[in-house]
């Protein structure tokens, strides 16, 4: 079982930035690709960005491209999003997830919300 950890979350003001990350309680390394959700109120869930077992491939949603990046520390088992030029349609709880290979996510944090005012 794997447990994720979302932090980084907050309210920011539209052209904004903020940087998420996901803390795994295993070793990640190789064994698993990691992804990035967002839910907004009301909304189905959409992808926004996933990074390869190994890291050397990145894939992103078309509503985020060229300002958000995905990237991970395997040393620390860690994930991140840096979320830059925020729109007010950015808003939504944003969840990490991890899975054998992506697309497929087996496991899911609680998610953190992110805010962005006009």
């Known amino acids: 079982q794997v447990q994720l950890v979302e932090s980084g979350g907050g309210m920011v003001q539209a052209g904004g930035s903020l940087r998420l990350s996901c803390a795994a309680s295993v070793r990640t390394g190789t064994n698993y690709a990691m992804g990035w959700y967002r839910q907004a109120p009301g909304e189905e869930r959409e992808f926004v960005a996933a990074?390869?077992?190994?890291?050397?491939?990145?894939y992103y949603g078309d509503s985020v491209k060229g300002r958000f990046t995905i990237s991970r520390d395997n040393a620390k088992n860690t994930g991140y999003l840096q979320m830059n030029s925020l729109k007010p349609e950015d808003t939504a709880v944003y969840y990490c997830a991890v899975g054998g290979a992506y697309p497929y996510m087996d496991y899911w944090g609680k998610g953190t919300l992110v805010t962005v005012s006009p």
């Open positions: 990074i390869t077992n190994s890291g050397n491939k990145t």
